[in-house]
T-cell receptor
Framework: NAGVTQTPKFQVLKTGQSMTLQCAQD?????MYWYRQDPGMGLRLIYY???????DKGEVPNGYNVSRLNKREFSLRLESAAPSQTSVYFC???????????FGSGTRLTVV | AQKITQTQPGMFVQEKEAVTLDCTYD???????LFWYKQPSSGEMIFLIY??????QNATEGRYSLNFQKARKSANLVISASQLGDSAMYFC??????????????FGTGTQLKVEL
């Protein structure tokens, strides 16, 4: 099915470990986003990529890096995981019209 | 200041009744879009309905309608004939600026809806 695919779905890290969350979309969307969801706080934007070759910080970028590998793929990297990064991470993409956003199924990350 | 405010952390509704979930927004941009998403306990984000700032009529999608009051900066979601499967978290979100890519969504904190028999 067409959509946004995130991997992995679940991950447990130890403090200080690094990992990369992968995201790929097959809808030919230009823009891609990474959000985190914490209880009581809704979804908050970490980083986004308006188009291939560009990335920008969102509301909560500290502790994260991103790479827009090509039009399809947008990865999120945690260089040195901290317990405060325990969260559910969502990748999303949007069309040029900005009226259609598609979300991945999420990655539940726990940092111990 | 919060850009999207959802003041109802939790709501209860009887099956087959209608329910309104409140959302107010804050923007100085004349061009914006308002979205509602449903998040069931399984965790996925499901798009429900969209309203553009220049749309003259309130958006409707099946049992969902958006009560858009521009002067009051409110975009309430109305669910008619509630069903048990409507029990979920509901998020209001806003996209500011002209369309063209890279327009981020800003989310509210959500309303947990429980539909009762």
């Amino acid at each position: 099915n067409a959509g946004v695919t995130q991997t992995p779905k679940f991950q447990v890290l130890k403090t200080g470990q690094s990992m990369t969350l992968q995201c790929a979309q097959d809808m030919n969307h230009n823009s891609m986003y990474w959000y985190r969801q914490d209880p009581g706080m809704g979804l908050r934007l970490i980083y986004y990529s308006a188009s291939e070759g560009t990335t920008d910080k969102g509301e909560v970028p500290n502790g994260y890096n991103v790479s827009r590998l090509n039009k399809r793929e947008f990865s999120l990297r945690l260089e040195s995981a901290a317990p405060s990064q325990t969260s559910v991470y969502f990748c999303a993409s949007s069309d040029r019209g900005g009226n259609g956003y598609t979300f991945g199924s999420g990655t539940r990350l726990t940092v111990v | 200041a919060q850009k999207i405010t959802q003041t109802q952390p939790g709501m209860f509704v009887q099956e087959k009744e209608a329910v309104t979930l409140d959302c107010t927004y804050d923007t100085s941009d004349p061009s914006y879009g308002l979205f509602w998403y449903k998040q069931p306990s399984s965790g996925e984000m499901i798009f429900l309905i969209y309203q553009g700032s220049y749309d003259q009529q309130n958006a409707t999608e099946g049992r969902y309608s958006l009560n858009f009051q521009k002067a009051r900066k409110s975009a309430n979601l109305v669910i008619s004939a509630s069903q048990l499967g409507d029990s979920a978290m509901y998020f209001c979100a806003m996209r500011e600026g002209l369309t063209g890519g890279g327009n981020k969504l800003t989310f509210g904190t959500g309303t947990q809806l429980k539909v009762e028999l």
